[in-house]
C-alpha cells in the first residue's frame, strides 16, 4: 500500500510523508521533532522507521526539527545541493541532486523540477508513477512550465494556495512583505493556484489538496471555493476531485494512493 499523509503545512511549519511499500519518505521537516514523532506514531512509525527525510528548500518552517530528529532517526538526507549548503545542520551522507534531476529512493521514483522562490535551491517533486503517484509543490512564486510540465504526470497533487490578493494587500503585513510574496520567487496566490488546478484536472490528476495557506492572509473556505470554482467552470466532474486544504498542526487523514 502507498499512502501521502499532511502533518502540518503553512508558515510555521511544514512536514508530510509518503509511504510505500520499501520507502517511509518524511517530505520536509519544519515545527518540531515531538509533533512530527507525535503524527509518525497515529499512524504506527517511529522516527526510526524512517527512510529518507526529502526537503524542498531551506527555508526554517521546513527544515527547523531537523537537528533534534536527525538523533532519532537515521533516515537519508535528499535535497538539492544549494538547499544542503544553507543547512545550518546535517548528518551522514546525503543525497544530493540539482534541480530538475530524477532518482529512486529504494522503490519510489522521483523527478523534481526547480521552483521559482526566495531561497536557492527551492524544488518540487512527483513522488512514484501513475496512479501511485504524488506530486508536491510549495512555496513558488508561480507555476512555471517545467513545474506544470512534471505536475501533470501526477495522480495525487499537494499544491500551495498561499493567499488571498485581496486579503493580502488590506491586510497587517509590511510593503516589503507583501511585495516578496507576490513576486515570480514569492507565494502562489489562491487565484494563480486554481488556475494551475483546472488545468492541470484537466490533464488527468485526480485529486488535489490544498497547502501552505497563510494564516494571516487566506481562510481555508476561501482557498477551496476559489478552486472549486476554477474546476466547475470548466466542467469538471466534481464527484472525482478530493479537494481539501492542509493546515498548521493539522494532520490529515492519510490518502492511499
Ligand atoms: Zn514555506
Ligand atoms: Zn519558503
Known amino acids: 500500500m502507498r499512502y501521502f499523509c499532511s502533518f502540518t503545512s503553512g508558515s510555521k511549519g511544514n512536514s508530510a510523508i509518503y509511504v ?3 520507502a517511509k519518505i518524511l517530505i520536509d521537516a519544519g515545527s518540531s521533532a515531538k509533533y512530527i514523532t507525535s503524527c509518525l506514531s497515529k499512524l504506527g512509525l517511529c522516527p526510526g522507521d524512517l527512510t529518507h527525510i526529502v526537503l524542498t528548500h531551506a527555508h526554517s518552517d521546513h527544515i527547523s526539527a531537523l537537528p533534534v530528529l536527525s538523533k532519532y532517526t537515521d533516515a537519508r538526507l535528499v535535497c538539492s545541493e544549494d538547499t544542503y549548503d544553507q543547512l545550518p545542520f546535517a548528518k ?3 543525497l544530493l541532486f540539482a534541480e530538475g534531476d530524477s532518482f529512486e529512493l529504494n522503490d519510489v521514483a522521483v523527478q523534481t523540477a526547480p521552483t521559482p522562490h526566495d531561497c536557492d535551491g527551492s524544488c518540487c517533486y512527483l513522488f512514484g ?3 501511485n503517484s504524488l506530486g508536491f509543490c510549495t512555496d513558488m512564486g508561480r507555476v512555471t512550465e517545467r513545474i506544470y510540465g ?12 498561499n493567499h488571498d490578493v485581496d486579503m493580502l494587500a488590506n491586510g497587517p503585513y509590511p510593503y516589503y512583505l507583501k511585495k516578496r510574496i507576490l513576486s515570480f520567487d514569492g507565494h502562489l496566490s489562491n487565484a494563480d493556484c486554481a488556475y494551475s488546478v483546472s488545468r492541470l484536472v484537466e490533464d488527468g490528476v485526480r485529486r488535489v489538496m490544498l497547502g501552505h495557506l497563510s494564516e494571516t492572509n487566506n481562510r481555508p473556505d476561501i482557498a477551496l471555493s476559489e478552486s472549486k470554482k476554477a474546476l466547475e467552470q470548466i466542467g469538471a466532474d466534481a464527484g472525482h476531485i478530493i479537494l481539501g486544504a492542509a493546515g498548521v498542526r493539522d494532520m490529515r487523514a492519510p490518502v492511499i494512493l
Open 20 to 22: 510505500s511499500p520499501g
Open 92 to 94: 551522514g551522507e546525503p
Open 129 to 131: 508513477e501513475d496512479e
Open 150 to 161: 512534471l505536475m501533470k504526470k501526477a495522480s495525487t497533487l499537494f499544491i500551495e494556495s
